[in-house]
């Protein structure tokens, strides 16, 4: 079945990267190395995985009228997302700072920028047509609602990754199909118990894996891929991106879910959220490589 068009609407930053031993103590000073700036934003991020696997990919939000802005309009243009839905605005395009840790770990402080400025109703614009809906909450809250409100008046399929968690995810669970959490996001918002009883739950769990919880239905889990991880920076929104593209290829939650895992295990084996690597034949390879959807 061809790839119906996914719907991304969420933020768009500059990622600045820079690598350090440890995180500063107030008041120290430490120096870094492998400073380096790349397109990002949990929007963008999950927009170019979904191109990458294989769906045709609308993105809706906001950026500066400045040299970041027209460095994230390349970068959507090169990867086959569409961005005809993403407007200047007066403000400067958001910028997340990435300090790069040992480990394979990292540390982020997002400046907001023009996402603020993204609107709920070209949002519910953006989503007429789509197959899914994908959205986040580096974005206002109230815009993704919206966003989702309109999804589901046009029979789209709606994704909701709870990321950051907010305590405006409950107003939003009626609208919601499949909310995507991390372990920390699912606690925040007062545990899987309480979540997977109005939707279901994908919950990521980096080197552990994945685990779903369907409404009324067993759950399952997917181990981790067998990977030595460069940069995890990504690997979550990666992972969100090819798990939407699944769904809009038709595809079940458990293959949805396979899926997503690859697209994730692929980005954290790279530095940077948006790494070439990843492709719908490099998802598909590691899949049938290791473990058997069907299973």
């Avoid at 809706?60 to 839905?85: P, W």
């Avoid at 709920?120 to 809250?141: C, F, K, M, N, P």
């Avoid at 009626?174 to 372990?183: G, K, M, Q, S, T």
Wanted: net charge negative; hydrophobic share 45%; aromatic share 4%.
């Amino acid at each position: 079945m061809d790839s119906g068009p996914v719907c991304v609407v969420g933020s768009i930053n500059a990622d600045r990267y820079v690598g350090l031993a440890r995180l500063p103590q107030p008041g120290e000073t430490v120096l870094g190395a492998g400073l380096g700036s790349y397109p990002g934003g949990k929007g963008l991020n999950q927009a170019v995985s979904a191109a990458r696997c294989g769906a045709a990919v609308r993105m809706c939000g906001a950026v500066g009228a400045d040299a970041d802005g027209a460095m994230l309009r390349e970068a959507m243009a090169a990867s086959g997302v569409d961005g005809d839905c993403v407007v200047d605005t007066d403000a400067v395009t958001g910028v997340a700072y990435v300090f790069s840790l040992p480990g394979a770990e990292n540390s982020i402080v997002v400046a907001q920028g023009a996402n603020g400025r993204v609107r709920g109703e070209d949002a519910a614009a953006a989503v007429r047509g789509a197959r899914v809906l994908l959205t986040q909450l580096e974005i206002e809250t109230e815009v993704a609602a919206e966003a989702l409100r309109a999804a589901r008046a046009y029979g789209v399929t709606t994704v909701l990754n709870a990321a950051p968690a907010h305590v405006a995810t409950w107003q939003m669970l009626p609208f919601v199909d499949v909310l995507i959490v991390n372990e920390s996001e699912a606690a925040a918002l007062g545990g899987l118990d309480a979540l997977r009883e109005r939707t279901t739950v994908v919950q990521t769990r980096g080197a552990e894996g994945v685990s779903v919880f369907g409404r009324g239905e067993e759950p399952f889990h997917v181990p981790a891929f067998p990977i030595s991880p460069v940069d995890t920076t990504g690997a979550g929104d990666a992972f969100c991106g090819g798990f939407a593209a699944a769904l809009a290829r038709g595809d079940s939650i458990r293959h949805a879910t396979f899926d997503g895992a690859a697209a994730g295990a692929i980005v954290a084996q790279h530095r940077g959220a948006q790494p070439d690597a990843l492709s719908a034949e490099a998802v598909r390879g590691l899949v049938a490589g290791v473990y058997s959807p069907a299973n």
